[in-house]
């Protein structure tokens, strides 16, 4: 049977979560979503950190992991609201919950990305994307990206095309179509460092990795080489782990911008 993995990922998660609870629970008029904001790290500190920010802040460039100063200097009337950790829970359980519904096997890959193991689960696999997106907003107020394929990493990729409220699919016969024009640092598991490495190289597109002979690449940068080329083929055997949610608290990374080499913006981050 031909594996179906969907990838369901909240659009801009802490801030659309915050401002449903505005709207809902506390009666607002504004969304968040709507207005160049952002959930900033303490605002009092002139460290604080930018947690998530909205599509229009995008606009301004405003960067997740930027200093609340760098981006108030993009732009002046930036709307800032502070974190709410329990309210974060209660959205990722909620979500979970609801996701829950479809199939058992369900790995929370971070507070607010799940990977649904759907194989066998659905006759129509874009169909029931659609139905568990909308219900998503039709019941908890928020926007997911669901991206479909045959596997977790192709899933992946395929949720953070365009945003927010979307189903993507990227099956491997629409890799090239798809992907392979993409620039090498969208690619999942490369990061600052390997971006670097591949430039260098001479590498711009995830195509032309693909397309490269894998010894090359692991002469220059070893297993990670090796793995960045299964990837770029869009080559993962991962199986979905399905796991019950973790009980205490709920794991994130994001790639800072720059080297932190110091504890205070350390715990910040
Ligand atoms: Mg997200």
Redesign the pocket.
Known sequence: MKKVIFHV?????FLSWEACYRIHHLGGKQDLRQLVSAVGGDQEKRHGIILAKSIPAKKYHIQTGETVVSAKEKCPDLVLVPPNYDLYNRSSKALIKLLSEYTDKIEQYSI??AFLDMTGCCQDPITTAYEIKNRVHAELGFTVNIGVSENKLLAKMASDFTKPDHVHTLWKSEMSEKMWHLPVGDLFYVGHASLYKLKKLGFHTIGELAAMDPAILRAHMKSQGILIWQYANGIDESAVISSPPPAKGYGNSLTTPYDVMDCETARQY
């Open positions: 990922d909240v659009n801009s998660a607010d990305e």
